[in-house]
């Protein structure tokens, strides 16, 4: 029981450094990784080179997709083309279905958009809709955000769903096909039927966080902002039907093969985006470059984060201690898939991060996958869904939808608090129910 004691110690560690001291979530993994790997018994010559080699691991898989996920995502908001989305798609659903409306817009602004990001793309938008219709602000604001957590929760190219898929050896066209399936549920009911209830909170912006739209001159059109956006998920999703039709060992596969590999799908979609929303617009190389160098730092924060749970992970699995743990979650009365999300949210109420919460809850429960226990691509689901789960005052998405909505405490946890949640237990229903037609 000793190994399984200095896992709770190192976990409640994370807590403590990262919720109470706000240390970086990096520095604190790598203190808790070290401090673990000792009490572990792994020689203390050998420690750093495990802790390189987990962020090593983790982060070589992930590099590519991540950081040319945050340069589509930037030109696709430099450009105009975010803006031409959410216009177009509130021109077209009228006043009435004006939440639907917001709810897909959310929806496919965030999916090449990282959360923080879509965030502060959308807060302009939903309250210039708020003004122009005189519709209650958060009836139109919670279904564009429960979109983008949905996404950020549950769908590659995402950072944390796509370090899942890396973690548990899964597909991640099938994870991708998989969240669609579940994200349509969560995101009705945790968007348009929930915010109906909301309509009595008030909610105004404070001065200074909300930004001027572009020209209708400026913005490019709005079938080629679409399709830009969605590239990558449409390359995913097309490359895993094609892989299951061709013939193995054909030229075929083995074309669909390199294609689907995901960092040639976000290079493929960023030389797109470079030419539809760049160059092919006039704008200088020199200024589309800047936009991808000014990328980097958005996501540099999260890469970090990323590779310190890798080095958390290694050091579970070089100890050995992996394996006692799965043995112990195999020991539960439950479902390992609903196992693998309780810990996932238990995680998320302690520390805050959905990021920190799900790469920690992935060495955890990574036995499961090794002894056959659960799906993989359900896993990454089921662990997507528990990371939004519970989401209060120590999570930075909370105070962000306090502050830029400028409501009370009490209103936060009834609409937001309640809305991250209901996304979290119904995308665990749907990973439920998928798991009687997909077998381990």
């Not at 008030?202 to 079938?223: I, N, Q, V």
């Not at 990371?387 to 930075?396: E, G, P, R, T």
Request: net charge neutral.
């Amino acid at each position: 029981m000793l190994p399984l004691v200095v896992i709770a110690v190192a976990i409640a560690a994370l807590v403590v450094l990262v919720a109470w001291t706000k240390m970086h979530p990096f520095l604190a993994f790598i203190i808790v990784s070290a401090g673990a790997a000792v009490a572990l018994g792994i020689p203390l010559a050998a420690v750093p080179g495990a802790i390189r080699k987990g962020m090593g691991d983790i982060l070589g898989s992930l590099l590519v997709v991540i950081v040319a996920g945050a340069m589509l995502g930037k030109l696709v908001v430099e450009s105009g083309a975010a803006q031409r989305i959410a216009d177009t798609l509130v021109a077209a659903c009228g006043e009435k279905r004006m939440a639907w409306a917001m709810a897909l817009t959310g929806f496919i602004i965030g999916i090449p958009l990282f959360y923080g990001v879509g965030f502060v793309l959308l807060v302009p938008i939903i309250f210039a809709v708020v003004e122009r219709y005189r519709l209650p602000p958060l009836v139109v604001a919670l279904p564009a955000l429960a979109a983008l957590s949905v996404a950020h929760g549950l769908l590659p190219p995402h950072p944390a769903p796509t370090a899942l898929v890396a973690t548990f050896q899964a597909d991640v066209g099938l994870t991708l096909c998989y969240g669609l399936l579940i994200a349509v549920p969560s995101l009705v009911i945790a968007g348009p039927l929930f915010a109906r209830f909301l309509a009595g909170i008030p909610a105004r912006p404070l001065a200074g966080l909300t930004t001027a739209a572009r020209p209708e001159s400026e913005l490019p059109g709005a079938a080629v902002s679409i399709i830009t956006a969605l590239l990558p998920a449409a390359l995913l999703l097309v490359t895993a039907v094609g892989g299951g039709l061709a013939e193995p060992g054909s030229t075929a596969a083995n074309v669909i093969a390199f294609v689907s590999e995901p960092d040639v799908v976000m290079l493929a979609a960023l030389a797109f985006a470079t030419w539809t929303l760049g160059l092919g617009r006039g704008r200088p190389l020199a200024e589309v470059m800047n936009t991808y160098s000014a990328a980097i730092g958005d996501v540099a924060s999260i890469l970090l984060v990323i590779g310190g749970s890798g080095a958390f992970k290694e050091v579970l699995v070089k100890s050995g201690v992996n394996g006692q743990i799965g043995s112990l979650l195999q020991g539960l009365p439950l479902d390992p898939l609903v196992t693998a999300w309780l810990v996932t949210a238990v995680i998320r109420a302690c520390v805050g991060s959905a990021t920190v919460a799900g790469l920690t809850a992935a060495g955890l429960v990574e036995p499961l996958i090794a002894d056959g226990g659960a799906e993989p691509n359900l896993m990454v689901l089921a662990i997507g869904a528990g990371s939004l789960a519970f989401s209060h005052v120590n999570d930075a998405g909370f105070w962000l939808f306090k502050e830029y909505f400028n409501v009370s405490l009490a209103d936060t946890a009834k609409s937001w608090t309640v809305m991250e949640t209901i996304v979290a237990v119904v995308g665990l229903a749907g990973v439920l129910v998928l798991s009687l037609f997909v077998s381990a």
